[in-house]
């Protein structure tokens, strides 16, 4: 699929009217490329003026040329850059050229893709790239540059060490059957591989954050009619960090609107339908907002203070899995004061939409809930494939456990072992197949 010997070249970055355009050239004719443009032989590292001209001698533009000769690149390739006014025509005609000079056109995400295959970034890296560009909220930025860094894909390699470590001490028990039996037993072995699964589970727990703060929360509002959903959500979206977004093609009945706070995505769905079927419609009603729930990280349960038993009893009717938040609205009625409590290990808010107060509670819950509160030092995104892939290395480290210290196993330890370190290689990209690197490259832009 890559073949090192081509030429790619693209846009890199067009921001029209008033901003630098970039065009990034990778391969072994990019330095062909800058000569032709300059004249002469650029030099590594060196911001040229240059006039760039078109194959007539006519000029195109006037502007900068850097020239990275490999291995010293994003790509690892020999990269040429033009850096130009950003008009598309002005950068349409500068692709053009470099067509002309041998380049093709670069597919998405291929830059980063060459840059993975030569070995400059591994894939957990790669994708960061990615997070970065697409990052939602400042902190999704940090923790996506850390990402790149390689601050996630350290503790992945520091674990695999640990991983191999025990293979090795295992697989030379395998090899003496008449002592395996006491090597299989040693206290230091069991410590080592407790060590190993606690650090798994740090590291899984910290991915899940780390998904989180890639993709934002889903956060899924629901309630009875009137106990003031909308007014909740709109008073959020008051609120200077928010966007508010139309999501068009979805049904007033189910999805009426949406904001994305900080990163965080609020949806609110009419859950009048959360109750039984009556008909039809109200079948669909209830298909849709159980549909919401089950994408959603949490359901935020509004209820009327004043009615709060009737609307806890919707909370049984709820679908399992996403975490629950239970807010008390219209506290102002009652003369009540904001507050927070947990009841039946459910966070419980006092607060009220129309006078605004205890808000700062509900954003406070939600900011905890999408990682972006605890997004300090350390944090690093991450993205589902590396939850799978960790959740796989848990389930195999259980195994092996069990195979050791139970069965006392060692064929059987090690088998799972190896399936550890197979897991935590698919992160980092040791034992990813072509088919699904092609599937993570291609979400990329172009030029990436
Ligand atoms: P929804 O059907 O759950 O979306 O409820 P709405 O947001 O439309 O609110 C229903 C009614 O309750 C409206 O008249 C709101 O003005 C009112 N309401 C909403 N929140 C509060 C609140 O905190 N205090 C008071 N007093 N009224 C509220």
Redesign the pocket.
């Known amino acids: 699929m890559n073949s090192a010997a081509d030429t790619i070249a693209a846009v890199a970055s067009a921001p029209g009217a008033g901003g630098v355009g970039v065009l990034r050239v990778s391969g072994p004719h990019a330095g062909a490329i800058a000569r032709a443009f300059l004249g002469r032989a650029p030099t590594p590292r060196h911001a040229h003026y240059a006039a760039f001209r078109d194959r007539d001698r006519a000029l195109i533009d006037r502007g900068l040329l850097l020239w990275f000769p490999a291995p010293h690149s994003y790509t690892g390739e020999d990269v040429l850059e033009l850096q130009a006014h950003g008009s598309p025509v002005v950068l349409r005609l500068l692709l053009a050229c470099c067509l002309e000079l041998g380049a093709r056109h670069a597919r998405p995400g291929e830059f980063s893709e060459r840059a993975f295959l030569n070995g400059k970034l591994d894939l957990a890296q790669a994708e960061a790239v990615a997070d970065l560009i697409a990052s939602g909220s400042e902190a999704a930025a940090r923790a996506a540059q850390r990402s790149l860094d390689g601050v996630f894909s350290a503790r992945v390699h520091a674990l695999t060490e640990a991983v191999i470590g025990l293979r090795v001490w295992i697989e030379a028990a395998i090899d003496f059957p008449e002592e395996e039996i006491d090597f299989l037993a040693a206290p230091q072995l069991a410590t080592d591989l407790a060590a190993i699964r606690a650090d798994l589970a740090d590291l899984l727990a910290a991915a899940r954050r780390g998904v989180r703060l890639a993709d934002g929360l889903h956060v899924v509002i629901v ?1 009875r ?8 959500l709109n008073a959020l979206a008051a609120s200077e960090r928010a966007i508010v977004t139309d999501i068009a093609g979805t049904t007033r009945d189910v999805l009426r609107e949406a904001i994305d706070l900080d990163g965080i995505a609020l949806t609110l769905v009419d859950t009048a339908g959360l109750r039984e079927a009556g008909d039809a419609v109200e079948a669909e009603g209830i298909r849709r907002a159980r549909a919401e729930l089950e994408r959603a990280d949490l359901a935020l349960l ?1 209820s009327d203070d004043a009615h709060a038993d009737a609307d806890l009893a919707l909370l049984a009717g709820l679908p399992p899995g996403a975490a629950q938040l239970v807010v008390h ?2 506290i ?2 009652a003369g009540a004061t904001p507050h927070a409590q947990t009841l039946d290990g459910r966070t419980h808010l006092w607060l ?4 605004g107060a205890g808000l700062d509670l509900l954003v406070a819950e939600l900011q905890r809930h999408a990682g972006t509160a605890e997004a300090g030092e350390g944090a690093f995104t991450a993205r589902a494939r590396h939850v799978a892939a960790l959740e796989r290395a848990r389930d195999h480290l259980a195994a092996a456990d069990d195979a050791l210290t139970v069965q006392r196993a060692g064929e059987l330890a090690a088998e799972e072992l190896r399936q550890v370190q197979h897991a935590l290689g698919e992160i980092t990209g040791e034992f990813t197949p072509d088919d699904l690197l092609g599937a993570i490259f291609s979400s990329f832009c172009i030029g990436k």
């Open positions: 309630g009619p009137n106990v003031g959903k909308s007014s909740l509004v609205n219209k102002d009625l009220s939409a129309r006078s």
